[in-house]
DNA sequence: ACACGCAATCTGCAGTTTGCATGTAGCTGC
DNA sequence: GCAGCTACATGCAAACTGCAGATTGCGTGT
C-alpha cells in the first residue's frame, strides 16, 4: 500500500526542508562568508535539525542560480579549493521577506499552544477543546 | 526558458513547505476542528504563504497517516459531505517539539539579520559585514 | 613510497513531495 | 436541465531529499 518505504514523519523529530534550510543558510552568511563544509557544520553546531551535506551543496547552488548567493573558487588556502559564498542583496532582500512570513507563522504556532484560535472561524465548532 | 513549467524560487515569495504547512494545520486544529477546505481558506486569510488545495488534502492526509489527526465523515450539514479533522493528543506533542525547533531556527535568522553571527565561526573570516 | 584518512565538493539513484490541472459528487439558483 | 459553487480526490511532470559513492588535495604513519 505506498507507505512502508518511505520515511513519513512518525517520530516526533522535525525537519530542516527547502526554504528553511535555504535561509538559514541565508543567515549564516550574513553573518559572515563562508564555504559549504564550513556551513554544513554551522548547521549541526546551531542545534538546528541538520541535513545532508549533499543537500546543502545543493541548496546553495540553486540559492546562487536565484542570485541571492555569488561565490567564488578561494585557493588562497592549503587543501582542495573552497566555494566561497557570500550574500547578495537580493539574498538580504529574501531573507528579510521571508522572516516576516516567519514571524506570523509562529504566531500562528504559539498561538495554537495557548489555547485560543487564531482567526475567528467560520462557525463555532463543536467540542471547545480543554486547554491543557 | 527553464522557468516557465518549473517554479524555482526566484522570487522574494516565499511558500509553505513540508512541515511548516503540516503544523500550520496541527496549530488550526488545535483551536477547533475544521475540515480541509475550511483549512485551506484559513490559511489563506492568516497572512501565512499559501499551498495549493489539493496539498493541503495529502498532507491532512498524511497528518493521519502519522496518528497527529483524525477524521470522520461529517453529514449532519446539508452539501457535500465534509471529512472533519481533530487533533489527537499525539498531534499536540508534535506540534510543542516543532514550535521548539522553530524557536532555534528564528534565533538564528533574526540574530543574522541584528548583524552578529550567531555561533562563533570556526576561522575569522574576512569581509567584515556592515550592519545595514 | 604507499596506503590511509580527512577536508571539501559533487553526482546518481530511488523514493517522496509539490503545484497544476482535472475529475467526481452534492447542492443551489435560474 | 444547466451552470456554478462547495468539498474532496487524483494523475502527472517537475522538483526536492537522503544516502551512498566518486573525486581531488593534503597530511600522517610505518
Known amino acids: 500500500m505506498?507507505?512502508?518505504?518511505?520515511?513519513?514523519?512518525?517520530?516526533?523529530?522535525?525537519?530542516?526542508?527547502?526554504?528553511?534550510?535555504?535561509?538559514?543558510?541565508?543567515?549564516?552568511?550574513?553573518?559572515?562568508n563562508a564555504y559549504g563544509y564550513q556551513l554544513s557544520q554551522q548547521l549541526s553546531e546551531s542545534g538546528l535539525p541538520q541535513s545532508d551535506s549533499g543537500t546543502v551543496y545543493r541548496a546553495l547552488r540553486q540559492l546562487e542560480n536565484s542570485g541571492f548567493v555569488s561565490s567564488f573558487w578561494d585557493t588562497s588556502d592549503q587543501g582542495p579549493a573552497r566555494r566561497m559564498y557570500s550574500l547578495t542583496a537580493a539574498g538580504e532582500l529574501f531573507l528579510g521577506t521571508w522572516?516576516?512570513?516567519?514571524?506570523r507563522y509562529q504566531e500562528v504556532l504559539t498561538g495554537a499552544l495557548a489555547g485560543f484560535d487564531v482567526p475567528a472561524p467560520t462557525e463555532g465548532d463543536s467540542t471547545e477543546e480543554e486547554v491543557t
Chains 1, 2 share one sequence.
Do not use: D, Q, V, W
Open 99 to 103: 522572516i516576516e512570513a516567519l514571524n
Open 2 to 32: 505506498a507507505e512502508s518505504t518511505g520515511r513519513k514523519r512518525t517520530t516526533a523529530e522535525p525537519r530542516l526542508h527547502g526554504e528553511m534550510l535555504a535561509t538559514s543558510l541565508l543567515a549564516f552568511l550574513k553573518g559572515c
